[in-house]
Every structure is written in structure tokens, then in C-alpha cells.
């Protein structure tokens, strides 16, 4: 037993050991934060005190570590004299460099207030290559609307200069004058942010002055998209305001109705032409306003309106040029506004229904006002898309951020002090799942914004800093009031924001105005058919969590249908809609006579609406979709083309992976490389051994396979997959092209913190977390393989956008593009470079609607940091879940479906593989009776009459009569089942009988 006195002596050496340890898990956070930081020749330099500071700290460190190494003792090292004294001086100082840190950051942002919209991480990663201009390249997207790149050229011994700015989609903005590229990064940054300005505003002037008297194709093709769409409202209105002052008002507004439509048949025909991907995005567009242009002339003829003043003219957002302010002006009711000059690309616009024109109207309103807007609906409604259609409307950046539980009102009045100061825009997405302690603070936020924009001051005090304020700034929320999570808002926050109820949008005047800008001439009635096939299929089909026949359903059957029309020649389209090439020896006059405009178009969108759908429906729904189809599409019944090279690969996949080649489990590989396709969120649902992971891992294996094939295909005219030899087997093993890597986890293994990341509440350090640091990883490279594929793109662009068209036209007949085109997949000769995170678990509120912006539009992870980090094109993130009955409709209208179920998939491909895996000595004659015992033990205890298989993929008949392949890669032959019975040595005469 221990005495008194060495029982207290202890007690002191336990606690100061403690204490100790506290210090030095402290010390060694911060010394691994900043020690990466300071280890930066640039930061050095920019602060040379911190870093003096540093240094010394890390000297002391070191030398602590170096004892501690030699003296391995837990308790002598952690009782040393002055250990604890030096850790918490060190500590003491570490602080202090990340307050100066922090304040250094600060005074970066407040000359660059779109460095706001960065995390510290981001913003440290520019400031620490400030002499490469390119270290900015990554972090542009997040700073500007549409501003993916800049072109910056160096020259030997001069600064590089800025010379143009691209957009997401390829276009190209010169700057009005060269922007060099040198220290500090903040203020060149600033520079290239006014030349935006200046440059966007000088190209809308030459636009509307060369816009009288032009030809239309060529004046909308030399112009840059943004500049299209705003001379083309500029124009409507100058327009409108002549008919207004004409006394025959009403035959003055029909005239100017027919030279619209003459405008929009033009733009029609242009669609359909072959056109560079940003300008048929800019033209789409155009026909896209053009139309509700059209509608506003027509409901006021019909409304008898001849008075510019009348209401029904006031409350349309209407733009002209001021010539005493040299400033393009817009006008809704009271509201007036200076349009922005964001560069913004070619990015798609809205279409306006009548609903989206009243939530205008009351958001216009509210920006009058200096109040925010609420949009609030059930998901799916378009209350992002309207917020963020209407920044593009005014020329504003609109920045998008999903809102979670784990946000502080720290990091949002950091996106607000960014946005006074800015003057951009904001939508925070599902507001109101931010903790109802955290929102009283905002709502003390916004109204400090509001006063100071209600007192016009240049500058105000906002959380205990003076800054400046560009009353242009905005702010707005959406919510889903009925979901589960939600919290209602404060009072005070709510008297800040207008609210607008958007409950259901005009499904059928959406589809219409969608196919139309996409070059469909028969868009009225074939939308009319989808939004009735979706009434009939919602009702009628049974009720499953996982379906969803809601507006973001309806959206992608459009863009592939779209993409379809657009990337595709007539002799593809008979391809297409045939289900195979057509014979070369016939008439090319033939297949333009069976394929008319309206036949075309309909077996697109048949095509579109099975590839949609079919994958996500469970067994007994399926003939009922087809039925649906079969009354509003009579007498059509196109066969499914075929993806001849993807099978093979499949085929070989399944093969090296010792499984066996069932068409039912093909169709759902190919069902998942269709959706991956098309969404960038994509759920496998369906119970436990289902074939979900199987499936996935198979089209993983086999997409990289395809590019070989197709080249032999189309080296090879005469050549078939069936004939592929041994020798060819094993070129194409050697020779796989690009990358699809994966990476899998489980979300319910972990807290929400570790999921995503958290900050130290002491230190306020952020830890990535596991989603967070994959996509992170994920987007770098990507973003740096494309960089190097554009490269490439450009060294060899000579062939125009036509060699390309033809490139895919040619890959369409081998079979490999039957589905949309995606970016990647056609770079660099079609090689692919995916990505995919999948997320194999339980899918529910608590974790996965914080991946909502990732899975719409907007392709954006937002942490609880405030960083917001873009998914890079090929980036897919793949859900295999169970069901999904504690999911949203937000999460689940958010995503493609691929049911899974395992009756589909039948017994009989377990057994095949099992016996396959049989210890070789065991005889082909034992294996072929034990699969006698299988066939005869299950099928026999079938209900007589019902549940029969007979003849499905997974049925026995179809198991034995098909093709498999064993473990060692050796064919068995196609066999009769009568004659494979009669080799048997089974004498069971009950059986016998039973065949």
C-alpha cells in the first residue's frame, strides 16, 4: 500500500501529466495547421513577423519531440520541468499567429470581397503561389457566375498578362485591355473583375448597334451568348413601346407577333443545324425567351391592351438602353435596375410560365424594398432555378449554397459581409434546416444589411467591422416547409424576406417551350404526351418510395431527347429508331421517306421515356408503363437499339470475374451506364442480394474496355464479336483505355462530422471529412486530366467542330452513343475518366440532404465551413440502398433510379457458379448430376399453375439453353434440355416423368 504523502505526490504528477497532455494535443493540432502554411516561401515573406514567430515555436517543438524520442516515457516526458510551461507558451503564441492569420485573410478579402465565397484553405492555397497566376485557375469558378479560366500568356522577362476569360461551356471573352498578372493576387483579381464589367458592357453595345439591318444566323453566331439574349429583350421592348405609340395599337402588335414567329422559325432551323455546343446552348436559349416573348404579345392582344401603362405590360421584366446613364436599365412595376455585366457564358435560361412571372414579380419587389425573397414548395417546383434565372435576368452572380445543421452564424456572416460588399447574390438552399439558435442571429444580420442599404450609406458596421456596401447585393432563402428536419423561422427573420408560394409548375407548357428550343417542331403535341403519361403513370402504377414523376423526372427525359435530336444525322436516326444500321445498298431517299419529322420525334421521345423510366420500375409495373406508351403512341413500337460494343465488354467483364452472363443482370448493367449517362446521381435500389454491387462493379470493368472495341469494329468492317479469338481476348485485356475509379462508403458507419467535416470548436480548424475529402481528391483530378485533354484538344483543333459531329456520328453506328453524349466520354476518342462515390448504406434526412446542390444543377458540395467545392465533369455519385423510405422527395426527385430485384435474377446463376468453383478433380458428370438435384428439388416445389418462369431470363429453361461460361474461361455449348437429361445418371422415375 502507498503512504499519504505517495498517494498526494500522485495525484500532482497524474495531474500535471494531464495538463501536460492537453497542452501538447494542442500544440501539435496547430504546429500541423500552420506549420504547411508557414513553410511557404510567399507567406513568409507577406508576414514576416508571424513567421519569425513560427519559427521559433517550431524550433521549440522540434526540440521537444527530439527528447521525447530519446527518452520514450509517457509520464517522465510529460513531467519534465518546464515542459508545460513551454508547450502553453507556445500555445500562447500559435494563437496569436492565427489571429494575425485570420486578420491577414481579411484584409485579402476586403480588397477582393469574392475571396468571401472561399475558405481559408482555398484563399491560403492562392496567396501561396501568388507568382503563378495559374494557382488561381482552380478557385475561378467559385469567385465568378461563369468564369472557368482565364488565358493568361507569359513572356520571357515580362509579368503574364491576362489576355481573355472562357466560360464552362468553351466561350471565349477577350478583356479590353491586357490585365498583368502580378503581385498582389487581390488586386489583379480586381482588375480582371472590372474588365469583365467593361468588356460584357462594350459587347452589348456593339451588339445593339449592329443588330439593325443584320442577318439574323449571322448577327446571333458573331455575337457572345449573354449579349444575344440581352439585345434580343432590349429590342423586344423597343419594339413593344412603338406598337404602344402606333393609334392601330392592336394591328400594330399582331404585325410585330408574325415577324416573331418568322424569328423563331429561323432560330428553329439554326438549332437543327450543326452548331458548336456553346453557341446551340446560346440559340436555345434565345428560342427559349423569344417564345414567352411571343406569349406576352399574344395575351395582350387578346386582353385588348393598348396602354403602356396598363398593368399587364408594367408587371413584365422589361430592359432598355439608357442613353444619358450609357447603362442597360430593367423595369418591373416600380422596380428599376442597372444591369450587372456578370459574364455568364452560355449557361441555359428558365422558361417562364406564368408562375415563375409572379415570383419575379414579388422577388423584384422585394430587392426594391431591400428585403430577401422565400421562395417555399414542395421540391422540385424550380424555386432555385427561378432565383438564380433571374440573377442571370439582371446580370448578377448568384452563389448557391445548401444550408445544414451544422452552420454557424461565424461562417454565414462571412457569406453576408462577401455579399454586401460584392454585391453579388445568394441562395441559401433549405433554409430553414439551420438551427433555429443560429437563425435569431442572422435574422440581427440581415437587418443590420437592410439598414444600411435603407440609408444609402457607402459604408456600415457589420459584426464590429466597417465595410463598404454595393446596394445591388441580395439574398434569398427556399424551403420545403412540410419536410422533416425543418424548423420554423423566427419572427424577426421572417418580417426580412418576401415569401412566394410556388406549389406546382405548368408541367405542359414547360415540356413544349424545352422541345421547342431543342429543334422538336411537333413540341405542343408530344408534350402534351409526356405530362399525360406522367398523370396516368403516377395514378395507375403502384406506389413506390423510389419513383418519382415529378418536374426534375420530366427535365431529364427532355435534355435526352434534346441531345438525341441534336447530335444525331438522318442515317443515325434510322439506326436509331430501327434498332439497326441501315443496308448500305439501299436508297438513302428510302430511309429519309420512312422517317418523317413526326415519326422521328416520336420514336425519340419513346426511346427517351423507356430508357428513363423502365430501369427504375419493379417487375409488375413494367407491362403497364409499356401499355400507357402503347395507347399515346399507337402502332409504335420501335425495337431497342443495340450497344453491341458495351455487351461485349459486359461479356468479357463477367467472364474474368468468374460470374455468369444473365440477360437480366446485362440489361440492368446497361440501365445503369444509361442513367450515369444522364444524371450525375444515380440509386440502386432493391433488397439485400440483388445484384447491386455486382452490377456496378461489372459496367466499372467494363466501360474501360469499350474504346478497344469499337476500334476493332471500325478497323474491321467485316469483323464480329462473335468471332473474337483467344489472341484478340487478351489484346483487349492489355490494352484498356482510361480510368473508372470508385470509392465506396458506408454513411451510417460514422457521425455526421466525420461524413462530411467539422470544425474544433476551440481552434475553429476545419477536418475534412470522408465525402468532403473524396470529392475534394476526386475533382483535382479530374479538373487537371481535362485541363491536360483541352490541351491536347487545342494543339489538334484544326478539324473544326464538323470532324467531330462526324466522329460521333460514326462512334452512334457502332453502337457506343446511344445514350446522351457526355463530356467525357468523348474526349480524347472517346476514352473514359469517371469517378464514382458510392455510398452503400441506409439512406435518410439526417445525412444525405446535404448533398442536395451536389445532386442538382448546381454540382456543388457545401460544408458547414462555408466551402463550396464544384464536382468536376465525370464525377458520379452512386447511392445502393435497400429502400428509400426515410428519404425526401427532395433527395429522391433529385436522382435516376435502377431497381433491383432478386427474383429477377433467379437461383439458377448461383449454382452455375458455385459448381464452377468445384475442386476440378470432381467429375463433369457429378457436377451435372448435382445440377439435376437443384433443377428437380426448387422446381418441383413450385405452385402448380402459377409463379412459372418458363422462358424469363432467370427461369431454368432459359438458364440451361443459354450460354455460360466457367471459372477457367472455357465455353459450354448450347444444349437441348431434353438431351442434357438424357446424359444424367439420375434414375428418380417420379422425375423422369415429371420432364
Given amino acids: 500500500m502507498f503512504s499519504p504523502l505517495g498517494v498526494d505526490d500522485w495525484e500532482r504528477r497524474l495531474t500535471l501529466f494531464a495538463r501536460t497532455l492537453d497542452e501538447w494535443m494542442n500544440c501539435q493540432r496547430n504546429w500541423l495547421y500552420l506549420e504547411q ?47 508545460l510551461e513551454m508547450l502553453q507558451s507556445s500555445n500562447t503564441s500559435l494563437e496569436k499567429i492565427h489571429k494575425c492569420l485570420e486578420d491577414y485573410l481579411e484584409t485579402k478579402r476586403l480588397v477582393f470581397p469574392r475571396f468571401y465565397f472561399l ?52 466561350e471565349q471573352l477577350p478583356m479590353p485591355k491586357n490585365v498583368r498578372a502580378r503581385p498582389p493576387v487581390e488586386a489583379w483579381l480586381g482588375v480582371v473583375e472590372t474588365g469583365m464589367f467593361d468588356s460584357v458592357k462594350r459587347h452589348l453595345k456593339s451588339g445593339l448597334a449592329s443588330w439593325v439591318g443584320a442577318e439574323l444566323k449571322e448577327w446571333v453566331l458573331e455575337h457572345p451568348g449573354q449579349v444575344v439574349l440581352t439585345v434580343i429583350q432590349i429590342m423586344f421592348n423597343k419594339a413593344m413601346c412603338k406598337c404602344f405609340a402606333d393609334y392601330k395599337c392592336v394591328e400594330a402588335m399582331q404585325t410585330y407577333r408574325e415577324e416573331m414567329i418568322s424569328i423563331l422559325n429561323q432560330l428553329t432551323e439554326l438549332v437543327s443545324t450543326d452548331l458548336i455546343s456553346y453557341k ?49 436599365q430593367l423595369i418591373q412595376c416600380d422596380a428599376n435596375f442597372t444591369y450587372g455585366y456578370e459574364y455568364l457564358g452560355c449557361s441555359p435560361r428558365l422558361v417562364m410560365t406564368p408562375l415563375t412571372d409572379r415570383c419575379y414579380l414579388t422577388l423584384t419587389g422585394a430587392l426594391h424594398l431591400h428585403l430577401g425573397g422565400s421562395p417555399a414548395g414542395p421540391a422540385g417546383t424550380g424555386k432555385t432555378e427561378t432565383v438564380k434565372d433571374l440573377a442571370k435576368s439582371l446580370g448578377k452572380q448568384c452563389v448557391v449554397f445548401n444550408c445544414s445543421e451544422g452552420l454557424d452564424y461565424k461562417m454565414l456572416g462571412k457569406f453576408f459581409s462577401g455579399l454586401s460588399q460584392s454585391g453579388s447574390w445568394c441562395c441559401f438552399d433549405e433554409f430553414n434546416r439551420i438551427d433555429i439558435e443560429v437563425l435569431s442571429v442572422v435574422a440581427q444580420q440581415i437587418h443590420t444589411i437592410k439598414t444600411a442599404k435603407d440609408s444609402t450609406a457607402p459604408r456600415f458596421l457589420f459584426e464590429g467591422r466597417e465595410i463598404r456596401l454595393n446596394p445591388t447585393c441580395g439574398y434569398f432563402i427556399t424551403m420545403n416547409p412540410t419536410y422533416a428536419g425543418r424548423v420554423e423561422l423566427p419572427d424577426n427573420l421572417k ?77 443515325i436516326l434510322y439506326y436509331f429508331c430501327t434498332g439497326s444500321p441501315p443496308n448500305s445498298s439501299d436508297d438513302s431517299s428510302s430511309h429519309e421517306a420512312k422517317l418523317t419529322p413526326e415519326l422521328e420525334e416520336s420514336y425519340i421521345l419513346i426511346h427517351s421515356l423507356r430508357d428513363a423510366n423502365l430501369p427504375k420500375f419493379i417487375a409488375e409495373d413494367v407491362p403497364l408503363f409499356e401499355s400507357l406508351l402503347d395507347d399515346l403512341f399507337p402502332g409504335m413500337k420501335p425495337p431497342k437499339p443495340e450497344n453491341a460494343a458495351l455487351e461485349k465488354a459486359i461479356s468479357i467483364t ?57 476500334e476493332i469494329i471500325k478497323n474491321d468492317a467485316g469483323h464480329t464479336f462473335n468471332t473474337l479469338n483467344k489472341s484478340t481476348m487478351q489484346l483487349l485485356r492489355a490494352n484498356k483505355k482510361g480510368h473508372v475509379e470508385s470509392c465506396v462508403i458506408n454513411p451510417k458507419c460514422c457521425q455526421l462530422g466525420d461524413l462530411y467535416g467539422e470544425s474544433d470548436p476551440n481552434t475553429f480548424e476545419w477536418s475534412d471529412g470522408l465525402i468532403a475529402s473524396t470529392v475534394r ?52 476518342g472517346g476514352i473514359i475518366n469517371w469517378r464514382w462515390l458510392v455510398l452503400d448504406g441506409p439512406v435518410d434526412t439526417t445525412w444525405v440532404e446535404n448533398l442536395n446542390t451536389v445532386l442538382d444543377d448546381s454540382k456543388i458540395l457545401c460544408l458547414s465551413n462555408g466551402e ?18 426515410q428519404a425526401s422527395p427532395a433527395t429522391i426527385s433529385r436522382c435516376a433510379m435502377v431497381y433491383m430485384d432478386p427474383v429477377d435474377l433467379g437461383w439458377q446463376p448461383y449454382v452455375k457458379t458455385w459448381l464452377q468453383r468445384l475442386p476440378r478433380e470432381l467429375p463433369e458428370a457429378a457436377k451435372q448430376h448435382l445440377w439435376a438435384l437443384f433443377e428437380y428439388s426448387i422446381e418441383k416445389e413450385k405452385p402448380p399453375g402459377g409463379g412459372t418462369t418458363r422462358g424469363r431470363p432467370g427461369s431454368a429453361e432459359s438458364s440451361v439453353s443459354s450460354t455460360f461460361t466457367d471459372a477457367s474461361g472455357g465455353k459450354r455449348g448450347r444444349r437441348r434440355r431434353s438431351r442434357k437429361h438424357n446424359t444424367l445418371n439420375f434414375d428418380d422415375d417420379k422425375y423422369k416423368q415429371s420432364r
Wanted: aromatic share 6%; with cysteine.
Fill in 37 to 83: 502554411i508557414f513553410s511557404n516561401p510567399d507567406i513568409q515573406r507577406q508576414l514576416p513577423t508571424e513567421s519569425k514567430l513560427f519559427t521559433n515555436v517550431d524550433k521549440s517543438w522540434r526540440d521537444l519531440m527530439r527528447r521525447t524520442v530519446d527518452r520514450p516515457n509517457a509520464l517522465k516526458a510529460g513531467t519534465a520541468p518546464g515542459v
Fill in 119 to 170: 475558405s481559408n484553405d482555398d484563399l491560403l492555397d492562392i496567396l501561396a503561389h501568388s507568382k503563378n497566376p495559374e494557382a488561381v485557375q482552380p478557385h475561378l469558378a467559385k469567385c465568378f457566375a461563369n468564369v472557368h479560366s482565364l488565358d493568361i500568356q507569359v513572356v520571357p522577362r515580362q509579368p503574364p498578362t491576362v489576355k481573355s476569360m472562357r466560360s464552362a461551356e468553351g
Fill in 280 to 328: 446551340r446552348l446560346s440559340v436555345e436559349a434565345m428560342l427559349t425567351i423569344q417564345v414567352h416573348n411571343r406569349d406576352i404579345v399574344t395575351s395582350l392582344i387578346e386582353s385588348g391592351i393598348t396602354d403602356k401603362r396598363d398593368f399587364d405590360w408594367l408587371r413584365q421584366l422589361r430592359y432598355e438602353w439608357d442613353e444619358q446613364k450609357n447603362d442597360c
Fill in 495 to 571: 418580417s426580412l424576406f418576401r415569401p412566394v408560394a410556388m406549389m406546382v409548375p405548368n408541367y405542359a407548357l414547360i415540356a413544349e417551350i424545352m422541345l421547342f428550343s431543342e429543334g422538336f417542331r411537333s413540341a405542343k403535341a408530344l408534350s402534351k404526351k409526356i405530362v399525360n403519361l406522367y398523370q396516368l403513370a403516377s395514378t395507375q402504377l403502384s406506389q413506390q418510395d423510389h419513383y418519382d414523376f415529378g418536374m426534375r423526372a420530366i427535365k431529364s427525359i427532355l435534355v435526352m431527347a434534346g441531345h438525341r435530336k441534336g447530335q444525331a444525322s438522318q442515317v
Fill in 654 to 710: 463477367t467472364r474474368d470475374l468468374g460470374l455468369q452472363w444473365w440477360s437480366g443482370q446485362v440489361e440492368k448493367v446497361k440501365q445503369l451506364h444509361s442513367q450515369l449517362q444522364v444524371r450525375h446521381g444515380v440509386m440502386l435500389v432493391g433488397p439485400t442480394c440483388g445484384g447491386k454491387t455486382t452490377v456496378r462493379n461489372i459496367l466499372q470493368k467494363a466501360l474501360v474496355l469499350v474504346p478497344t472495341i469499337t
Fill in 777 to 828: 481528391r476526386f475533382a483535382k483530378e479530374l479538373t487537371a486530366d481535362n485541363k491536360a485533354d483541352s490541351t491536347k484538344a487545342s494543339k489538334g483543333a484544326a478539324g473544326g467542330g464538323r470532324q467531330v459531329a462526324s466522329e460521333r456520328a460514326d462512334s452512334s453506328l457502332t453502337g457506343v452513343s446511344n445514350e446522351a453524349p457526355e463530356p467525357e466520354t468523348n474526349k480524347s
Fill in 868 to 885: 463550396r467545392i464544384a464536382l468536376a465533369d465525370g464525377m458520379r455519385l452512386i447511392f445502393e440502398v435497400d429502400n428509400l423510405s
